[in-house]
C-alpha cells in the first residue's frame, strides 16, 4: 500500500517570504499522479498544483511551485511571496493508477498546518 | 453555483441513530467519492463511485451504505451511529477519465455523535 509522509505539522512564514513545504511518499508503482490540496478554515479542500510522474519537468502554478525528485520520492511544496490568505492546512497527496479511466483513489498525508505572520 | 453541494453541513446527534448525509454535483462528472476527515485531519477515502456502479469500497463497517441514485448523486447512510463516527465526511467527483485527475470537493458535512 502506498503511504504519503508530511514530516512537518506545522510551519510558519512571514509574509512576502518563501516557505517549502515537505513530502515523500512510498510506491512500488512507476506511473502515478501526486497533488498539494489546501484546506482553510473553511474547511473546503481546494488544488493547489499537480505533477504526473512520468514528467521530469516541475509543475508551477503562480506562486506555487513543485520540486518533484522521483528517484527519492519526494515532492515538496514552495511558495513564494506568501500572503496572509496562503494560512491553511496543505495536504500532499498520491494518486494510484489504479482506476485509471474511471476513479482517483488519493492517499493523503497528515497535513502542515502553515501560518502566515506580518 | 455551487459545483458539488452536501447536506447539511453540520449533524448532532445521539449514538444508535441513523443519519443520511447527501451529495449532489453540476459539473457533469461519472465519478463521485467520500472521504473521511478525523479529528487529526486525516482523510481517507471510503467510497467511489462510477456512473453509479461501486469502484472502490475501502474497509469501511457496514453500518455505512453509499448510494447512487444517478451520476449527479451520491448519499451516505449511516446505521447505528457510534462515538467513533464523528468526523467531517467530504463528498467530491471528478471526470473519471484518464489525465483528468482533479478532484472536486464539498464543504464537508461536520458529524458530532453524542
Known amino acids: 500500500a502506498q503511504t504519503v509522509t508530511q514530516s512537518q505539522p506545522e510551519m510558519s512564514v512571514q509574509e512576502a517570504e518563501t516557505v517549502t513545504l515537505s513530502c515523500t511518499y512510498d510506491?512500488?508503482?512507476?506511473?502515478?499522479?501526486l497533488f498539494w490540496y489546501k484546506q482553510p478554515p473553511s474547511r473546503q479542500m481546494i488544488l493547489v498544483i499537480r505533477q504526473e510522474a512520468y514528467k521530469q519537468q516541475n509543475a508551477t502554478e503562480n506562486r506555487f511551485s513543485v520540486n518533484f525528485q522521483k528517484a527519492a520520492k519526494s515532492f515538496s511544496l514552495k511558495i513564494s511571496d506568501s500572503q496572509l490568505g496562503d494560512a491553511a492546512m496543505y495536504f500532499c497527496?498520491?494518486?494510484?493508477?489504479?482506476?485509471?479511466?474511471?476513479?482517483?483513489?488519493?492517499?493523503f498525508g497528515t497535513g502542515t498546518r502553515l501560518q502566515v505572520t506580518l | 453555483d455551487t459545483a458539488v453541494s452536501q447536506t447539511p453541513k453540520y449533524l448532532v446527534t445521539q449514538m444508535g441513530n441513523d443519519k443520511s448525509i447527501k451529495c449532489e454535483q453540476n459539473l457533469g462528472h461519472d465519478t463521485m467519492y467520500w472521504y473521511k476527515q478525523d479529528s487529526k485531519k486525516f482523510l481517507k477515502i471510503m467510497f467511489s463511485y462510477n456512473n453509479k456502479e461501486l469502484i472502490i469500497n475501502e474497509t469501511v463497517p457496514n453500518r455505512f451504505s453509499p448510494k447512487s441514485p444517478d451520476k449527479a448523486h451520491l448519499n451516505l447512510h449511516i446505521n447505528s451511529l457510534e462515538l467513533g463516527d464523528s468526523a467531517v465526511y467530504f463528498c467530491a467527483s471528478s471526470l473519471g477519465v484518464p489525465m483528468e485527475e482533479k478532484l472536486f470537493f464539498g464543504s464537508g458535512t461536520q458529524l458530532s455523535v453524542l
Open positions: 497527496a498520491y494518486r494510484s493508477p489504479l482506476y485509471t479511466g474511471t476513479a482517483s483513489k488519493l492517499t
Open positions: 510506491t512500488s508503482e512507476s506511473d502515478y499522479y
